[in-house]
C-alpha cells in the first residue's frame, strides 16, 4: 500500500510510562502532520515538519510531547510521563509539497493510545 | 481567532433521502481554504473537497455537492441519496494562509443511514 502508515495501531500505557508512536509518511512527501483526536471530537493539530525541520510545533500541549523527523520521511511523536488526559487518537498525515501550494492532507489510521 | 462550528452533531437518515450537514467558520483573514473530510469507522480520514475562499463556486462530485457562501461564512455539504456506506463523521476545516498545515477541525457530524 501507498498510503501514510502508523505502528502500533493501538498502545496501552500505565500512567507515567512514555510510549513512542510511529508515522510513515507516503514515499516523497515534503510535509508531515500530527493531530491528537480526543473521543467525540475533531482532530486537534499538533505539529508540523517540513522535510526535517519542525516548522510549527504550537499545538503540542505539554512538553512532555516531542516529535521529530530526522532524515525527513519517518516521524516519532513521543510521550513522556504519560497521563491519563493523554488518551486518545494521534492521527499522522502528509503532503506532497511545501507552502507554494495547498494540498490535502493525506491521513494514517492513526494510534489509539490508552493510558490507565 | 479561527473557529469552525458543525452544530449538527448527529444526523440519522433512511437511505435514498438528502442529507445536509452545516459548517460555519470564523476567521479575519482573508485568504483561507476549506476542507471537508470523511472518516468511516475505520478510522482513516478520507479527503472529500478543498475550496479557496476566492471561489464561490459551488461544486458537484456524483452524489455529493458542496454550497460555499462567504456572506454567511458557511461552507455546507449535501449527500444526495444517502447510501448506508456515507455513514461516518464528517468533518469540516479550515486553513489560513496565516497558519499554513494548520488544518482546524470542527466538532464533526455522525451521519447514520440506515437501509
Known amino acids: 500500500g501507498a498510503g501514510v502508515s502508523q505502528s502500533p495501531r493501538y498502545k496501552v500505557a500505565k500512567r507515567g510510562q512514555d510510549v513512542a508512536l510511529r508515522c510513515d509518511p507516503i514515499?516523497?512527501?515534503?510535509?508531515l502532520f500530527w493531530y491528537q483526536q480526543a473521543l467525540g471530537q475533531g482532530p486537534e493539530f499538533l505539529t508540523y515538519?517540513?522535510?526535517?525541520?519542525?516548522?510549527?510545533k504550537s499545538g503540542l500541549p505539554s512538553d512532555r510531547f516531542f516529535a521529530e523527523r530526522p532524515e525527513g520521511s519517518v516521524s516519532t511523536l513521543k510521550i513522556q510521563r504519560t497521563q491519563q488526559e493523554d488518551s486518545a487518537v494521534y492521527l499522522c498525515?502528509?503532503?506532497?509539497?511545501?507552502?507554494?501550494?495547498?494540498?490535502?492532507?493525506?491521513f494514517g489510521p492513526g494510534t489509539r493510545l490508552t493510558v490507565l | 481567532a479561527q473557529k469552525v462550528t458543525q452544530a449538527q452533531t448527529e444526523i440519522s437518515v433512511v437511505e435514498k433521502e438528502d442529507v445536509t450537514l452545516d459548517c460555519v467558520y470564523e476567521?479575519?483573514?482573508?485568504?483561507?481554504?476549506l476542507f471537508w473530510y470523511k472518516q468511516p469507522p475505520s478510522g482513516e480520514l478520507v479527503f472529500l473537497i478543498r475550496?479557496?475562499?476566492?471561489?464561490?463556486q459551488n461544486e458537484i462530485s456524483g452524489r455529493y455537492s458542496w454550497n460555499f457562501q462567504k456572506s454567511t461564512s458557511s461552507f455546507n455539504f449535501t449527500i444526495t441519496a444517502s447510501q448506508v456506506v456515507d455513514s461516518a463523521v464528517y468533518f469540516c476545516?479550515?486553513?489560513?494562509?496565516?497558519?499554513?498545515?494548520?488544518?482546524?477541525f470542527g466538532a464533526g457530524t455522525q451521519v447514520v443511514v440506515t437501509p
Open positions: 476567521t479575519r483573514d482573508t485568504t483561507y481554504y
Open positions: 515538519f517540513q522535510n526535517e525541520a519542525q516548522l510549527d
Open positions: 476545516a479550515l486553513m489560513t494562509t496565516d497558519s499554513w498545515g494548520k488544518l482546524q
Open positions: 498525515a502528509s503532503s506532497p509539497r511545501t507552502g507554494e501550494g495547498i494540498d490535502e492532507q493525506f
Open positions: 514515499s516523497g512527501h515534503v510535509s
Open positions: 475550496r479557496n475562499s476566492f471561489d464561490e
